[in-house]
């Protein structure tokens, strides 16, 4: 009923949730294994992951509501195969300032607070209004992170160390992004924060794979389209 092409987690995603649905499925893949982009390969005895690395949006088994427990109980996925570890610290360094976070985001607050006591409020503020938008309107129109975040922090460097991260993971420019897509990075980043599996990126495709084939997805490899 249905041909996916591409093994990658997407691919995997849409052809085990289109088997639940009742449809006769068929993913093709012109690798010899899944992956895509989140690919994988060994060099002797050290293995390695193509493409990602670390996974954001953590949340614990108990958490339900975020985009990790939705996409588990879309894809009837047990959280406790995944494997997760947390992430234990992160650094933003620039030539005279660090910023430090976990995911425990008091450890951001604290360390902006020590950095940049002058901008503190003016953070808080930010943080306010990036809780308060509605990041789920996809009608909304452009608005420059750059110059919303102006109104309310003045040190340029504490803006540039707050966007360094944000831009490296969710930006398709090189200097901006729109405040909708800001916000969605930062409470992904920073307010819910890191985790990577056990096993690295063939935890989640051994998950996907299993699945798949539960539910009985056909998959295809070596077969180019």
Do not use: W
């Not at 947390?86 to 008091?106: A, Y």
């Not at 006591?117 to 990036?130: C, H, K, V, W």
């Not at 160390?161 to 897509?181: N, R, T």
Request: proline share 4%; with cysteine; charged share 20%.
């Amino acid at each position: 009923d249905s041909i996916i092409i591409g093994a990658g987690m997407s691919g995997l995603a849409a052809s085990i949730r289109l088997a639940m649905a009742g449809q006769k499925v068929l993913l093709l893949e012109k690798h010899n294994i899944p992956g895509g982009l989140n690919s994988y390969y060994g060099r002797g005895r050290r293995q390695f992951d193509v493409g990602l690395h670390a996974l954001t949006n953590y949340a614990t088994a108990d958490k339900k509501s975020g985009p990790l427990g939705k996409i588990l109980k879309q894809l009837r996925i047990p959280y406790h195969s995944l494997h997760l570890l947390p992430q234990k610290q992160s650094r933003v360094v620039f030539k005279d300032h660090e910023l430090v976070f976990t995911n425990d985001f008091k450890t951001l607050c604290a360390s902006i607070k020590q950095e940049f006591p002058a901008a503190y409020p003016g953070f808080l503020s930010l943080i306010d209004d990036i809780t308060g938008h509605d990041h789920l309107n996809l009608h909304a129109a452009y608005v420059s992170t750059r110059a919303r975040m102006a109104k309310y922090l003045a040190d340029p460097i504490l803006t540039d160390m707050i966007l360094c991260p944000v831009l490296y993971y969710g930006s398709a420019s090189e200097h901006d992004l729109d405040y909708g897509q800001f916000v969605i990075m930062f409470r992904s980043l920073f307010m819910e924060g890191f985790c990577r599996p056990k096993n690295g990126v063939r935890t989640f495709l051994h998950c996907l794979t299993t699945r798949a084939a539960e539910v009985g997805v056909q998959i295809a490899y070596n077969k180019e389209v």
